[in-house]
Nanobody, 127 residues
Framework: QVQLVESGGGLVQPGGSQRLSCAAS????????MSWYRQAPGKERELVAA????????TYGDSVKGRFTISRDNAKNTLYLQMNSLKPEDTAVYYC????????????????????WGQGTQVTVSS
């Protein structure tokens, strides 16, 4: 059974940094591209970042490019999202997601590729 458990959310001041983690289990983590999505109140869910199986390829949403970094540790079955220079508009529930295809990647990463979701972790950027 696939399990994705996010942690690291909370309240952070504008301009601050935060790191999210996603502990994965129930599947061979190193065989799947992984991603982070977010959803703010009243808005559609959007891609934050995606990462290929061996970390060779990444995709970022336009609003986070240059501020957020996605990474993974295949030995620890863990996905990370380092968030720097946070803004109030980054406030959202952040979701970890597993690709539905084995050893696959697309530069046009889209939500239809998601096979499993975590429960989400709230990030609030406010002074």
């Amino acid at each position: 059974q696939v399990q994705l458990v996010e942690s690291g959310g909370g309240l952070v001041q504008p301009g601050g940094s935060q790191r999210l983690s996603c502990a994965a289990s129930g599947f061979t983590f190193s065989n799947y591209a992984m991603s982070w999505y977010r959803q703010a109140p009243g808005k559609e869910r959007e891609l934050v970042a995606a990462l290929s199986t061996d970390s060779s390829y990444t995709t970022y949403g336009d609003s986070v490019k240059g501020r957020f970094t996605i990474s993974r540790d295949n030995a620890k079955n863990t996905l990370y999202l380092q968030m720097n220079s946070l803004k109030p508009e980054d406030t959202a529930v952040y979701y970890c997601a597993k690709d539905r295809y084995v050893r696959s990647w697309s530069s046009q990463y889209a939500e239809y590729r998601v096979g499993s979701w975590g429960q989400g972790t709230q990030v609030t950027v406010s002074s």
